[in-house]
């Protein structure tokens, strides 16, 4: 959604004891959302699409989006330099089809760089998803820009995960240490993922 961001970005996550990490990346900017049709269990999404991830689950777990039956698979982490690129991948096991909208929010109100200055998109952004380092006690909050826009999918109140497809969300993190091989990965209504292999 919308094009890149301006270079520099700002990236900052806040430790669990009050420790804090930044670092600056060139472009903050996720990308769009994608609905692709269903294959056999794996999203079929056009090449290069950096929003997306083919292949095999890194974690997958059922939960409820809207109250409907929804399984969220980790399709991707990937740390790339000093930002780490993350995509979950939604899908149904039924015949309903499930509102995203504020499920995986932080819950504070952020302008969106999609739309004009003054509309909000608070409330449905991906923003309430993080990471976390166990081993030097580090929590990576999803990346920011200058502006404070969030390196993430946003507009989620019009996101659907329907029966023909999945669905799949994507957000930009700073990168964990080069030794730091796994982090736990916190989903708002899916919990937390342990010891998720960073590619």
Do not use: H, W
């Not at 409820?64 to 995509?87: F, N």
């Not at 999945?166 to 990168?175: D, E, N, V």
């Amino acid at each position: 959604m919308g094009g890149a961001v301006a270079c520099c970005a700002l990236l900052a996550g806040c430790g669990g004891d009050g420790e804090t990490k930044t670092v600056t990346v060139g472009d903050a900017g996720a990308g769009a959302r994608t609905q692709t049709p269903r294959t056999t269990g794996a999203a079929t999404t056009p090449a290069g699409d950096p929003a997306t991830a083919d292949g095999p689950a890194l974690a997958s777990r059922t939960g409820t989006i809207d109250g409907v039956r929804v399984t969220l698979e980790i399709a991707q982490l990937q740390r790339s330099g000093q930002t780490t690129a993350l995509s979950l991948r939604l899908t149904t096991d039924g015949d309903k089809r499930a509102q995203v909208s504020s499920t995986f929010d932080n819950g504070t109100f952020d302008k969106s760089r999609s739309k004009d200055a003054s509309s909000i998109i608070g409330g449905s952004t991906l923003d309430g998803v993080f990471l976390v380092d166990t081993k030097n006690s580090k929590k990576y909050l999803v990346g920011r820009d200058t502006e404070n826009n969030c390196a993430c999918d946003v507009d989620l109140g019009g996101a659907f995960v329907n029966p023909d497809g999945p669905l799949t969300l994507s957000a930009t993190f700073g990168a964990p240490p080069a030794d730091i091989e796994a982090v736990d990965v916190f989903v708002p209504q899916f919990g937390t993922f342990k010891d998720v292999a960073l590619g």
